[in-house]
Antibody
Framework: EVQLVESGGGLVQPGGSLRLSCAASGFAFSNYAMTWVRQAPGKGLEWVSAISGSGGGTFYADSVKGRFTISRDNSKNTLYLQMNSLRVDETAVYYC??????????????WGQGTLVTVSS | IEMTQSPSSLSASVGDRVTITCRASQSVINYLNWYQQKPGKAPKLLIYAASSLQTGVPSRFSGSGSGTDFTLTISSLQPEDFATYYCQQSYSTPRGTFGGGTKVEIK
């Protein structure tokens, strides 16, 4: 069974930093791209960042480019999101999700339970 | 690619047929997924490739469409279906943008 468990969320001041982790199990982690998606309170889903299975390809939403860094340690089956210069409006639940390929088309077929990041003074 | 869902919310009764639409700002062919999210829970993949049901999803759910216009239909709404539904294009993967969501509430 695929399991994704996020951690590292919490309260941080505006301009501060936080590193999120996502521990994966139940699948061959290094074979799959992974994604971070966030959801502000009462709002919709926002794609944030993604990384290829090898870690050689990284992708970011324009809103976080230059401030967030996605990475992975395939020896530890763990995905990370380093978030710097955080803004109040980035308060959200951050989900990690596994990219799957069904009928040769991509989707996010497994999700973690999310970790809450609160940016406030 | 921008994704627009309508309506943003709807009220329906158990047993009703419900249709949600999703429009892409450019063709995504059939690179279109639907997710269901219940309050306080993570999203769950319902439909991929515009019309294929994920394993374990009840057959009352169906998806259709191609190009820019897509629909999610629930043929007979059940109590456990009250949730928010999101479309997502995966044509520009890994940058898979989401629609704004449709909240299905009890009438």
């Amino acid at each position: 069974e695929v399991q994704l468990v996020e951690s590292g969320g919490g309260l941080v001041q505006p301009g501060g930093s936080l590193r999120l982790s996502c521990a994966a199990s139940g699948f061959a982690f290094s074979n799959y791209a992974m994604t971070w998606v966030r959801q502000a309170p009462g709002k919709g889903l926002e794609w944030v960042s993604a990384i290829s299975g090898s870690g050689g390809g990284t992708f970011y939403a324009d809103s976080v480019k230059g401030r967030f860094t996605i990475s992975r340690d395939n020896s530890k089956n763990t995905l990370y999101l380093q978030m710097n210069s955080l803004r109040v409006d980035e308060t959200a639940v951050y989900y990690c999700a596994k990219e799957g390929w069904l009928q040769s088309l991509p989707s996010l077929d497994s999700w973690g339970q999310g970790t809450l990041v609160t940016v406030s003074s | 690619i921008e994704m627009t869902q309508s309506p943003s919310s709807l009220s329906a009764s158990v047993g009703d047929r419900v249709t949600i639409t999703c429009r892409a700002s450019q063709s995504v062919i059939n690179y279109l997924n639907w997710y269901q999210q219940k309050p306080g829970k993570a999203p769950k993949l319902l439909i991929y490739a515009a019309s294929s049901l994920q394993t374990g999803v009840p057959s009352r759910f169906s998806g259709s469409g191609s190009g820019t216009d897509f629909t999610l239909t629930i043929s007979s709404l059940q109590p456990e279906d009250f949730a928010t539904y999101y479309c997502q294009q995966s044509y520009s993967t890994p940058r898979g943008t989401f629609g704004g969501g449709t909240k299905v509430e009890i009438k």
